[in-house]
């Protein structure tokens, strides 16, 4: 099966400017995620969606992120403004429920200049 | 602080064992889970285990888990310089209302020397 997508791999933009990342999940898959992880450091769950609708954001900073899953399948991640802070890979995840836990994009690396 | 700790860094000569360590501190964890990162890479998983079991053993991979002091590690047999990497070690607590969440530790390199 194919993976989960993520675009772009990579973006350096400048302090104040606005990104957004895309994922897709794998195909039937109803839960979405997506992680943060900064240099060093493991993964933090900004946003849970079950399907369109969003489960658990009380990591997301909802003063300059957004997040959203139209149709319930491809989500995009929004910083706006960006800060310097917010340099890290951001990975998005989908499951399909079960012991197997979740799928792994291989990331969106952000630099914040 | 982590919910989910590990050592920062392992270094190993190519063919030895190498044992990486975690804990967490969530007595409601379900699955527990290790997790392999590359460079420039994301998340690849190695294996997971149910709370209720103690040992699983897959190929050159043994997870340990004891779950009174809330301790799980992976031996890795004949460890490879393929192997090099951050290995996370991963839980998933049911949340009420929600689905599964994964809490990750900060991972450990594992530096394999030939």
């Known amino acids: 099966e194919a993976g989960v997508a993520q675009s772009p791999r990579y973006k350096i933009i400048e302090k104040r400017q606005s990104v957004a990342f895309w994922c897709n999940p794998i195909?039937?898959?109803?839960?979405l995620y997506w992680y943060q992880q900064i240099l060093g450091q493991g993964p933090k769950l900004l946003i849970q969606?079950?399907?369109?609708?969003?489960?658990?954001d009380s990591q997301l900073p909802k003063d300059r992120f957004s997040a959203e899953r139209l149709k319930g399948v491809d989500s995009t991640l929004k910083i706006q403004p960006a800060k310097l802070e917010d340099s890290a890979v951001y990975l998005c995840?989908?499951?399909?429920?079960?012991?197997?836990?979740?799928?792994f994009g291989s990331g969106t690396r952000l630099t914040v200049v | 602080g982590e919910d989910v700790e590990q050592s920062l860094f392992l270094s190993v000569r190519e063919g030895d064992s190498s044992v990486i360590n975690c804990t967490y501190t969530?007595?409601?964890?379900?699955?527990l889970y290790w997790y392999k990162q590359e460079p420039g890479a994301g998340l690849q998983l190695l294996t997971y285990?149910?709370?209720?079991?103690d040992m699983k053993q897959d190929q050159r991979l043994t997870v340990l888990l004891n779950k009174k002091d809330k301790h799980l590690s992976l031996r890795i047999a004949d460890t490879q310089t393929g192997d090099s990497a951050i290995y996370f070690c991963?839980?998933?607590?049911?949340?009420?209302?929600?689905?599964?969440?994964?809490?990750f530790g900060g991972g450990t390199r594992l530096m394999v020397k030939p």
């Open positions: 991963a839980e998933i607590t049911p949340e009420n209302n929600a689905g599964n969440m994964l809490t």
């Open positions: 285990i149910f709370s209720n079991m």
């Open positions: 195909s039937g898959h109803a839960t």
């Open positions: 995840a989908s499951s399909g429920g079960g012991a197997r836990g979740y799928t």
């Open positions: 969606f079950q399907n369109n609708g969003v489960v658990d």
């Open positions: 969530d007595s409601s964890s379900t699955y």
